[in-house]
């Protein structure tokens, strides 16, 4: 009698969430545990509206445990450490042999937005600071849109501040989008420099460290044939924006090479998408959005923003 091979994936990001569903409608003849550091995948693109009080935080994130199940799926509430030959280290409990293994933890800063309730603790804290002043490392989406909206919750009282490199925002978005973030910015008294003028009550950064695991197109690590890696922890050769629409592309490409490596098929190599669609929100009711040259700002995109989202956290 032939073993079922056994399939781990290490950490809820959003190429495991798209690989999962995609996973949950043609289920492999292999065992399948999903490892993640409990049973919440909060989804940052909800963040903005988690800080400025537009949504309950219970529509900002994901229940990872139910979709496990969905696909028959066992779902293990730990964290992952690293693995070691075919053997996976996890916090407080016994090593896990694997004979696949798939890793999508991110690359989140000491500092950063996660976990995501110890950053809205922060946040809370700030509410009974007289005159916070805090500062943003990072000039990217992320950063932008954090500043924003705590601009929003803090109200005037706040000193709010972006650390940028030659303090530029937005790196690759169009001219015009930069243009008029920057009105946005201006209009709401936040700074962006190259360095911080003053002393800051608390720290956020806002950017997305170094990937940890080289990469091949698909998707295995360069050093290991069945372990791959995907999302911002995954190194590839040319270097790719860091976005979560990428991941959910890279989620898809992965569901077929589990299938595949599991029946000893050749595997697909993933295609980056030459351009994806970006939404930055700027209120409750505004969004700006690009893709590619085209660009637009206004309460059109913000819909269209709501309705991905929603559609994402289903």
Known sequence: MTTRKRIILAGAGHAHIAALRRLAKNPPDAEIILINDGVKAWYTGALP?????????DRAWLDVASLAQSCGATFIDTKFIDFEGDWINLDGRPPLRFDILAISIGATPNGGVKPVPSFMARVKSWDRIETPIIGIIGAGAAGVELALALRQRLGAKARIAIRAPEAKILPGAPPRVQRVIREELDHARIQVAAAFTHRMDDLVHAYTPEPLYPVRPTLQLTAHDRVFATGDCAAFAQPLPRSGAIAVRQGRTLAAN????????????????????????????????WYAPLSWTGPLAMTLKNHLDSNWLK
């Open 49 to 57: 509206a988690l800080i400025r009080g537009d949504i309950a935080e």
């Open 258 to 289: 589990l299938q595949r490596l599991a029946s000893a098929a050749p595997l697909q190599k993933f295609r980056p998408p030459p351009t994806t669609l970006a939404i930055l929100s700027l209120n409750a009711d505004e969004a700006a959005a």
